[in-house]
């Protein structure tokens, strides 16, 4: 005599639906844990800190020149001083286009390989000098409220 189950091997749906919801709970608090964005934003602006530093140091390298004519001749001459009359901080934007800073003309394939761009924006960095020709750069795109300056 064959005798029949009624029980059929397998999983019911509840199972499933539990297992599936206990892996989405892990995975959203794995997930919260290690907070891709912040790694993402902190690795753009530790980029932003080597790029200020290696823009400061061609620069430093050709201010350094015994030919170099001063910051107020040629494409130096359009870099702000670090402060206007009211003490307040004021930057030249490096860049190509109008109104910035072209410090490819000088700098470029003898100082420095290109200059860099924000990794996030793609916006130039800042620069500007003191009245005793100390050097500031500066990354204005920097995230979390932080801001990447490098002086010489």
């Keep these: 005599m064959v005798k029949f189950s009624n029980r059929k091997e397998g999983f019911t749906l509840i199972e499933i639906l539990l297992v599936v919801a206990l892996l ?6 794995t997930i919260v ?23 400061l140091n061609a620069v430093t390298q050709y201010t350094s020149e015994p030919d170099f004519a001063g910051w107020e001749t040629g494409v130096l001459a359009g870099v702000v001083d ?14 190509t286009g109008t109104g910035e800073i072209d410090l490819d003309s ?3 394939e003898e100082y420095i390989i290109e200059i860099p761009d924000d990794p996030l924006s793609g916006a130039g ?5 003191t009245d005793g020709g100390r050097v500031w750069v500066n990354a204005p795109g920097a995230e979390d409220g932080k ?3 490098s002086r010489r």
Excluded: M
Excluded at 49 to 54: G, H, N, P, R, Y
Excluded at 125 to 129: A, D, E, F, H, R
């Design 82 to 95: 670090c402060e206007d009359a009211e003490g307040n901080p004021q930057w030249s934007t490096i860049g």
């Design 24 to 29: 989405l709970i892990l995975a959203s608090i």
């Design 125 to 129: 960095y800042q620069i500007c000098v």
């Design 33 to 55: 844990a290690i907070n891709p964005a912040k790694h993402f934003r902190d690795s753009r602006n530790a980029q932003r800190s080597s790029d200020v530093s290696e823009i």
């Design 147 to 149: 801001v990447i300056t």
């Design 106 to 108: 000088i700098l470029v």
